[in-house]
């Protein structure tokens, strides 16, 4: 069965630093991969997704960045944070734009 | 770009009635899904129901799609205390790998 992991789960990170979330599917080969953002209490917003290793499309101009190493390997980047990106980050997989399957996300808090 | 929204963005009921959402869309789609957020997780996936299809059922959910309308309802009969959630459509434009989420419907179900 596939299963799909984020991490960290919770990160509390200043203004400025930098920022490295990781996430990771098994059990599947050549997913679509996706990475949200979602705010207290709102909707999701589509970041970036990937149809293939080195493919990212980004949907909103901001200071974050992806890149997917590995076909099965998503990884979102800052190089300096900023508080508005504080936030529920959450990734998804899914085979033809069918059901997406989420990871259990990670917490952002910047202070 | 928002694709979908719900409504009512919010909605409490007793336990053992019946809960209906609604999604509005604004282009042509290929298929409709719901998901389910409980807070602080990733989303679950629902049901998917596609443009050539009226009607979707899966246990105690019902889905209705009206493509000339643009529209979706999300049927929760018998509501549980566990259906307490946040509940969200997600389309899948037409010649796109992407999939776009809602705002979400926050579900209280009342003891």
């Known amino acids: 069965s596939q299963t799909i992991h984020q991490w960290p789960a919770t990160l509390v990170q200043p203004v400025g630093s930098p920022l490295s979330l990781e996430c990771t599917v098994e059990g599947t080969s050549n997913p679509n991969l996706y990475w949200y953002r979602q705010a207290a209490g709102r909707g999701l917003q589509l970041l970036f997704y990937s149809v293939g290793i080195g493919q990212i499309s980004s949907e909103v101009p901001q200071n974050l960045s992806a890149s997917r190493p590995q076909d ?36 952002l808090t910047v202070t | 770009s928002q694709q979908g929204e719900e409504d009512p963005q919010a909605l409490s009921i007793q336990e053992g009635e019946n809960a209906t959402m609604n999604c509005s ?51 929760i009969t018998a509501s549980r205390a566990a259906d307490t959630a946040s509940y969200f459509c997600a389309t899948d434009p037409s010649r796109d790998d992407k999939i776009i989420f809602g ?4 579900l209280h179900i009342l003891p």
């Open chain 2, 103 to 106: 705002k979400g419907t926050r």
């Open chain 2, 25 to 75: 869309y604004k282009t042509s789609i290929n298929n409709l899904q719901w998901y389910r957020q409980n807070s602080g997780r990733g989303l679950v996936h629902l049901i998917l129901i596609r443009s050539n299809e009226r009607e979707k059922h899966s246990g105690r959910l019902r889905v209705t799609l009206d493509t000339s309308k643009k529209s979706s309802s999300l049927l």
């Open chain 1, 72 to 107: 099965r390997q998503f990884i979102l980047s800052s190089k300096k944070l900023l508080l508005s990106d504080s936030g529920f980050y959450l990734c998804a997989w899914c085979r033809e734009s069918y059901e997406q399957y989420f990871g259990p996300g990670t917490r």
